[in-house]
């Protein structure tokens, strides 16, 4: 038996659904069901879903259910398979119009015509291609009946008793059954015909001609190669509609038809108990009760036996009856879980004189073989007994060629390693150097800056503090001259005024001016106090790291350039004490004036001097002067201050571009610096890879000798040899 034979599968489920009759619709009834859409699945309700491996809706046609489903089970059946078609379902859900129970040969609308009818077609049409085949057909056709088997092919009165034996070679057997042999699909078209006309139908309140019988239709296919009549193989096909599920409180049955009722559940219960027994993983390799009805007996091969078995479970869309069909989903999902285990039906004494036969014909075709192939081998022997010495001397030079090639890769690599972490460590010292000299560079810049910052505002005190000292010279001197006028009378008046307020006006300039420069030194010293904090902050916190942490990865020049950093910053520590000596100093200096400037008596009688309304007149048209010549003066300054402005951001700009370039211009010259180094590398190299071949042969010969050893003629040939691979392999690299 081949590994196809041995293999399990499962049972294949069909779910179709029928659409709503006239009667559901009157009643008002809502479909229950919900379709997924490209997937075989189907949802009661709201959450209730099953898959199955079809799923058919209630628009799908006949000839789709029957390509889809059944038609592979036919393939088989012509391979040497047993194959099952079951309809299972409550009453009024489409079992007989599925299966074709009720065709005839006058049916002319093509689109309701069943399974069985297609199956009959179908098997004739493949008949007919198997040319080299001889084929015998033959069908039986029984009913259950209230626990009876009935055959429906027997047309006499007398009908014989049928009994079912158990064969443990064959399988299941109906004895006393009658078998019709085909040889048309007319001819079995009329035998089914014949069946339906005898089966046994009754009305009841949910189907008018509702099936009271289980109904199962049997092909016999027994097939012979026409050149080997031993090769025989032999299939059945059982096409089973059984009678429906019902309730007595639906279906109103009474006296026969109640009877009739109970036996239908009774043997449909036998079934889902089979069902159950042979879907439950747990219950694995536990009793199956097939003895509990004459179907489940007659089903024994069809569930968990020797057959391809589909189910195609028929259901109802009416919310009115969706607890039938959840008991019939539920019933169908336990079916997917029988393994069935299909082998081939064929004579075990024919497939091994098969064998055999095959076997002999084989052996004939290696002895018709064997004379010519002795002569072969000896000559091939021959030739490979040549070609494995050559092959031996070349393993043994390759073996020290590879050696050589592996030792040269690792020294290559070691070296490029080597050469790459000594690299990338003068980049980082070039790198901290760059940023060392940065620092020290925008440090130094700064400082210059605010050097020059902290100068220009002492000139400036100092200028202001000579302008104060000058204005308050004057202003005595004016005071002096003014009483020696005062007694000459009126004379002079608009000279003397005039001379008098530019006096006032500049000693009071220069003391706000005075004012604003004592006020810039006060924060000049603070601010250079506090930088001097923040630098010897630096510097505590920068020894600590340095004697500590830090000793042991320092490098040379890393301790000289942090040294260099300490002596910048304590020389700009000296220089910013001194900055701050000098500016204490001339705070006290700009105090003093100032005092002198306020604390002077001539505040108070400033305005004594004017004592007539025409010294008031001349006061005021000189003030006037001066007011527009301080107004022009200042547009003029402020138009200057303007196009300064203007310039400062033109040489901005410019400045701007010229770092751009400097940058593209240095990062150029890296670029440059890295071809030239990888230049003089790819020069350096040859001579490097020669200098290792001279120290490679002069080793060889020193170890050669020190073992006793003299260079032949082939030794100095292979490594004359290996030469042209060393310098390729590193020209490579």
């Not at 443990?168 to 040889?183: M, N, Q, R, S, Y």
């Not at 002492?458 to 005071?479: G, I, P, Y």
């Not at 505590?540 to 260099?564: D, F, M």
């Amino acid at each position: 038996m081949t590994k196809e034979d041995e293999k399990v599968i499962p049972v294949r489920v069909v779910m179709r659904c029928r659409p709503l009759v006239s009667k559901e619709i009157n009643e008002g009834c809502q479909c229950c069901l919900t379709f997924v859409p490209g997937e075989p699945q189907v949802i009661v309700g709201n959450d209730k879903a099953f898959t199955y491996d079809y799923v058919f809706d209630p628009t799908t046609e006949q000839e789709e259910v029957f390509n889809t489903a059944v038609s592979p089970l036919l393939s088989g059946l012509f391979r040497g398979y047993n194959a099952t078609v079951l309809a299972y379902g409550q009453t009024g859900s489409g079992k007989t119009f599925s299966m074709g129970g009720t065709y005839t040969s006058e049916q002319e609308n093509e689109s309701t015509v069943g399974v069985i009818p297609r199956v009959i077609r179908r098997i004739f049409q493949e008949k007919s291609k198997c040319a080299d085949c001889e084929f015998l057909l033959a069908v039986s056709y029984l009913e259950i009946y209230n626990e009876e088997i009935l055959d429906l092919l027997c047309t006499s009165k007398d009908k014989p008793i049928i009994s079912i034996r158990e064969d443990p070679k064959d399988g299941i057997k109906i004895v006393g059954l009658t078998e019709k042999e085909v040889f048309t699909a007319h001819e079995m078209v009329g035998c089914l015909e014949l069946g339906n006309s005898a089966r046994t139908v009754g009305s009841t309140a949910m189907n008018a001609a509702s099936s009271r019988s289980h109904a199962i239709f049997t092909i016999s296919l027994e097939q012979r190669r026409k050149g080997d009549k031993s090769d025989v193989m032999v299939s059945k096909l059982h096409l089973v509609d059984l009678a429906g599920s019902e309730r007595q409180k639906k279906t109103k049955a009474e006296g026969d038809r109640l009877k009739e009722g109970i036996s239908i559940n009774r043997g449909l219960l036998s079934l889902g108990n089979v069902i159950s027994a042979l879907g439950d993983e747990s219950k694995k390799g536990s009793f199956v009760p097939y003895r509990d009805s004459k179907l489940t007996r007659l089903l024994q091969d069809s569930l968990g036996g020797n057959s391809h078995t589909l189910m195609i479970a028929c259901v109802s869309p009416a919310d009115s009856n969706i607890e039938e069909t959840i008991n019939t989903l539920r019933y169908a999902d336990r079916a997917r879980k029988i393994k069935n285990k299909p082998i081939l039906n064929v004579d075990p004494r024919a497939v091994e004189m098969k064998r055999l036969r095959q076997q002999v014909r084989s052996l004939f075709g290696v002895l018709g073989l064997l004379g010519a192939f002795q002569i072969t081998m000896e000559q091939t022997n021959e030739k490979l007994q040549s070609k494995l010495e050559e092959l031996r001397q070349h393993a043994a030079m390759k073996s020290q060629r590879v050696q050589l090639m592996r030792q040269m890769k690792e020294d290559s690599e070691k070296f490029r390693l080597w050469k790459q972490k000594k690299d990338k460590e003068v980049l980082q010292l070039k790198e901290k150097d760059r940023k060392r000299q940065y620092e020290m560079l925008k440090l130094e810049r700064d400082f210059q800056k605010q050097a020059s910052v902290l100068r220009r505002k002492t000139e400036e005190a100092a200028a202001a503090n000579k302008r104060l000292k000058d204005a308050l010279q004057k202003r005595s001197e004016v005071a002096e001259k003014r009483k020696e006028v005062q007694n000459r009378g009126a004379e002079g008046v608009s000279s003397r005024i005039k001379n008098w307020l530019l006096n006032e006006v500049e000693v009071l300039v220069s003391t706000e001016e005075a004012r604003r420069h004592l006020q810039d030194l006060l924060e000049d010293r603070k601010m250079l106090a506090e930088e001097i904090s923040q630098l010897r902050q630096q510097m505590e916190a920068g020894e600590r790291p340095v004697a500590k942490v830090r000793r042991r990865t320092l490098t040379i020049s890393e301790l000289e350039g942090q040294g260099e950093l300490e002596a910048s910053i304590s020389k700009q520590v000296e220089s910013l004490e001194t900055e701050m000596g000098l500016r204490s100093a001339q705070i006290a200096d700009l105090q003093q004036k100032v005092l002198d400037a306020d604390n002077d008596g001539r505040i108070k009688q400033r305005w004594d001097s004017i004592t007539t309304i025409v010294e008031a007149k001349s006061a005021l048209k000189i003030l006037m002067a001066e007011v527009v010549a301080s107004k022009v003066a200042n547009a003029k300054l402020e138009s200057e201050l303007k196009q300064e402005k203007a310039n400062l951001l033109d040489m901005q700009k410019i400045l701007c571009d010229e770092r751009k370039l400097m940058s593209s211009m240095d990062m150029e010259h890296q670029s440059q610096l890295v071809e030239m180094e990888q230049r003089h590398q790819e020069k350096v190299r040859p001579k490097v890879i020669f200098f290792h071949y001279e120290i490679f042969l002069e080793t060889s010969f020193i170890i050669s000798l020190s073992n006793g050893m003299v260079y032949s003629k082939r030794k100095t040939a292979m490594l004359f040899h290996i030469l042209p691979y060393y310098f390729i392999y590193f020209h490579m690299m």
